[in-house]
């Protein structure tokens, strides 16, 4: 469906003096309007948002300029696809016969969405002229098509004393018509239909929620997009076995073995160049399946937790979902600096009136608290980092989340580790990008199925994550992305162990001792 409009939604804050804002570009699926009434805070309310209005709309300008009168999400919804299923005939008709809903002046005036829907339908029975776009030309086509008794009886070798123009004016107010982008439009019998009652919108199949679908097909033999035509939806989370029969379907074996032409995902944060191919199905699967289990506060965390920290595929996101509880998110929080003011109440005697907090311009220091924190402003709030408090006591001259991060593990004793004849330091737990000392580069293990081994090292390891190494050397893993383990080549645990900083002082120790014997 193509977008016909842009609507507002505006929900107040909660105790506070302000309102948070979404905007939702409709027709929209469930899950994006979903996600606007997450932005807009209206999912947590009783009450839903406290007002919507139309920013634009390509087909009908006027509507950014009036007054609805109590419109729902719904109607506007419903209005903006039967927009859509116009043709181009029946929006030029719309054209003609919106100005009786839609006012020049709205002035105080509200417009009723029960004749915002009803005028879009019976379009099809109003009368239109190509190629006539004046009233000269208008009087032409009476003329020629004797549309008028008077004109029709005039003897043909007198017909070029007839002032066309006038003709035209006088059949333009007869018939009530209008000239709309060089067509004769006659919306002077046009009657709306009253198919909505303004309480019950017309008849819609029900959908249902998924957390993603994908256009699948057997995969081609010659031509990239050959089976696209064959291509079926299907909704995850499912079952594999549903899964497998629908490939079946399309003479493929099981769903891995089939191809997708198209990919929708009710997050928005997660895109198809995220999902890679079929090959990945079950995490993809996986993931639907932990998304659908997840509360509406949940359901904002996790986009929160994603706007923050980009994920580079499905896994990632899957491993993000997992550890979603050492997340906190303050939803009320639009901005740092509202959430600088929620942070100080946070901390100050219950008796204090926080109202005079409201007129402070806090949006700087909010900024330095967030970065202290390690914390990030996103569209659904405020999100922590992984592990930390949004409501540390954070002194103001503290070193920054990233400096911490370096500290600790500098500090802290790691297993030395013989790996492809090369020494390096094993972490049990995954390491941000900010946690790794300078000098130092950090791998992946995986291990087998069972555990019982490691078999590879890799840049990153999604599934069966075994630990982390930090190494002096850059490996290079060729065109395979990794380097797999033999039974003579499996890493090797010394008993030692030593702070990173260690580590890297103990080559520049070695480097001094060599340079001394050489002088």
């Known amino acids: 469906m193509a977008k016909q409009m842009t609507i507002e939604l505006v929900t107040e804050y909660e105790g506070l003096d302000g309102y948070y804002y979404a905007d939702l570009d409709l027709p929209a699926e469930d899950y994006a309007i979903r996600d606007a009434l997450q932005k807009a805070r209206a999912v947590l309310r009783q009450d839903g948002y406290q007002e919507i209005s139309i920013l634009n709309c390509d087909l009908l ?87 008028h008794e008077d004109v029709a009886s005039i003897p043909d070798n007198a017909l070029y004393l007839l002032d066309r123009k006038q003709i035209g004016k006088l059949q333009r107010e007869n018939d009530g018509g209008v000239f709309i982008n060089g067509c004769y439009v006659i919306a002077g019998d046009y009657e709306m239909p009253e198919v909505y ?56 074996a099981c769903i891995e073995d089939c191809v997708y032409y198209g990919f929708e995902s009710s997050v928005p944060q997660i895109t198809s160049e995220m999902f890679g191919d079929m090959a990945d199905f079950d995490t993809l699967n996986t993931l639907a399946q932990r998304m659908a289990e997840l509360s509406p506060l949940d359901q904002m965390k996790f986009k929160a937790v994603l706007s923050a920290n980009p994920p580079k595929d499905t896994q990632t996101a899957l491993d993000t979902l997992k550890q979603l509880d050492r997340y906190e998110l303050s939803y009320d929080s639009d901005s740092a600096g509202v959430f600088f003011k929620d942070y100080l109440r946070h901390f ?32 659904y709030g405020v999100i922590s980092a992984c592990g930390r408090s949004l409501y540390e006591i954070v002194p103001f001259d503290e070193p920054e989340a990233k400096e911490l991060k370096t500290q600790t593990l500098t500090n802290e004793k790691l297993d030395v580790i013989e790996v492809l004849d090369r020494r390096a330091l094993f972490s049990n737990g995954r390491l941000m990008p900010e946690e790794i000392p300078e000098g130092l580069y950090a791998y992946d293990l995986r291990h087998s199925d069972d555990g019982g081994r ?20 850059i490996l290079d893993f060729g065109e395979s992305g990794y380097i797999s383990f033999e039974e003579d080549t499996d890493p090797n645990f010394t008993g030692l162990s030593m702070t990173p900083q260690e580590f890297v002082n103990e080559e520049l120790e070695e480097n001094q001792d060599f340079e001394g014997m050489v002088m």
């Open 454 to 473: 490691f078999i590879s090292i890799e840049p990153k390891v999604g599934v069966n994550h075994g630990g982390t190494v930090l190494m002096k050397e």
């Open 348 to 379: 100050m005697d219950s008796r204090f009136d926080s109202r005079w907090l409201d007129t402070l311009l806090t949006q700087n220091e909010g900024e330095l608290l967030l970065q202290k924190l390690g914390a990030a402003e996103t569209p």
């Open 197 to 252: 009652d303004g309480k019950n919108l017309p008849h819609e199949e029900a959908s249902h929620w998924f957390a993603f679908r994908l256009e699948v097909a057997e995969a081609p033999v010659n031509s990239a997009d050959e089976t696209a035509g064959s291509a079926e939806w299907i909704s995850l989370p499912t079952k594999k076995e549903k899964a497998d029969e629908i490939a079946k379907r399309h003479n493929e």
């Open 61 to 147: 300008p006027g509507l950014s300029d009036v007054r609805l009168d109590s419109p729902t999400l719904d109607e506007l919804n419903f209005f903006a696809k039967r927009l859509d299923s116009l043709n181009d005939e029946e929006r030029l008709a719309l054209l003609a016969v919106a100005p009786r809903v839609i006012p020049d002046h709205p002035e105080g005036e509200l417009v009723s969405m029960k004749d915002l829907i009803n005028m879009t339908y019976g379009l099809d029975t109003v009368m239109i002229a190509s190629n006539v776009g004046n009233d000269e030309q208008l009087g032409q086509f009476v003329v020629e098509n004797d549309l």
